[in-house]
C-alpha cells in the first residue's frame, strides 16, 4: 500500500511570500492544521496551528488591537514557518509513513515528488481510513481474533468460516514472540458475514475446540458517539 493511494491529492498550499494573516484565515476556513509552504510550487516549509500559537504572545503583548492585525498583514509566513520539513515521496508505504509520523510524534506529512513539487499530503486521518478499509468494519458488525500455533491453521481456519456459510470480509495476521514460553503465535483477525445467524454458535464452538479465540465481538455502529459540529446528513453504513 503506497502513500500516493491513500493521500490527499487536492492539497492547498501557501507560497512563502504570503501573510500569516493570510495562512491564518486558510487554516481557520478550512479546519486545517497544516499548510504546505512553497516557492514556485516546490516545498520549503509547513506552517501548523502550533507555529502560530507560538508566535502570536509576544505579538499581542507588544501591540494593541489595532495594530496587532496590521503587524500580522505584514508578517511573511517564511518567517513563522517550519523549513526543510520532514516529507514522504508518493512511492513510500503507507507503513514508513506511518513510522515517521510516529517517531517524529506528528500527525500529518507533505508529499513531493523528485523534484519536490508539493503532489499531496498524507495524514492521521487518511491512514485511518485506510485501517478501517482493511478491518472491513464498515461490512459486518462480526469480528474474531485467533491465536493459533502455524500458517498452515490458516487454511483451517477458512475451511470452518465455509463450512457454516459465513464471507470472509478481512482477514489480518502476524506472529507474535512469546517470551514466557520462547514460542512463535500466529494471530488472526477476521472480519466475517454470516448468510445465516443460526449457525454463529456452531461457528464459535468449532473454533474453540481448536484454537484460541483472544475474543469476539458484534458491533452496532448505528450507536456511535457523536460529535455536535458533525452535520447530521453524514450516514454511516448499517448493517
Do not use: H
Amino acid at each position: 500500500m503506497l502513500v500516493k493511494d491513500w493521500m490527499t491529492k487536492e492539497v492547498i498550499t501557501l507560497d512563502e511570500n504570503e501573510s500569516i494573516l493570510k495562512a491564518m484565515q486558510i487554516l481557520k476556513e478550512y479546519q486545517f492544521r497544516r499548510l504546505p509552504i512553497t516557492r514556485y510550487g516546490k516545498l520549503t516549509g509547513i506552517l501548523t496551528d502550533k507555529d502560530i500559537k507560538a508566535y502570536l504572545p509576544s505579538k499581542i503583548i507588544t501591540c494593541n488591537f489595532k495594530d496587532f492585525f496590521e503587524t500580522l498583514s505584514e508578517v511573511k509566513v517564511r518567517n513563522v514557518m517550519t523549513k526543510n520539513p520532514i516529507k514522504v515521496k508518493p512511492t513510500d508505504t503507507i507503513g514508513y509513513a506511518s513510522v515517521v509520523m510516529l517517531e517524529n510524534r506528528i500527525s500529518g506529512l507533505p508529499v513531493v515528488n523528485d523534484e519536490n513539487y508539493v503532489v499531496g499530503i498524507i495524514t492521521q486521518t487518511d491512514i485511518f481510513k485506510l485501517l478501517l478499509q482493511m478491518s472491513g468494519v464498515y461490512q459486518s458488525p462480526y469480528q474474531i481474533g485467533l491465536e493459533v500455533n502455524s500458517w498452515d491453521d490458516s487454511k483451517k481456519v477458512l475451511e470452518i468460516f465455509q463450512n457454516y456459510f459465513s464471507i470472509v470480509i478481512s482477514f489480518l495476521t502476524w506472529k507474535e514472540f512469546c517470551s514466557s514460553k520462547d514460542i512463535f503465535k500466529i494471530k488472526i483477525f477476521i472480519r466475517f458475514f454470516l448468510k445465516e445467524e443460526k449457525f454463529l454458535n456452531l461457528l464459535l464452538k468449532e473454533l474453540e475446540n481448536s484454537f484460541t479465540i483472544l475474543y469476539f465481538v458484534k458491533e452496532d455502529l448505528t450507536k456511535l458517539p457523536r460529535k455536535k459540529d458533525i452535520k447530521d446528513e453524514v450516514v454511516f453504513l448499517s448493517y
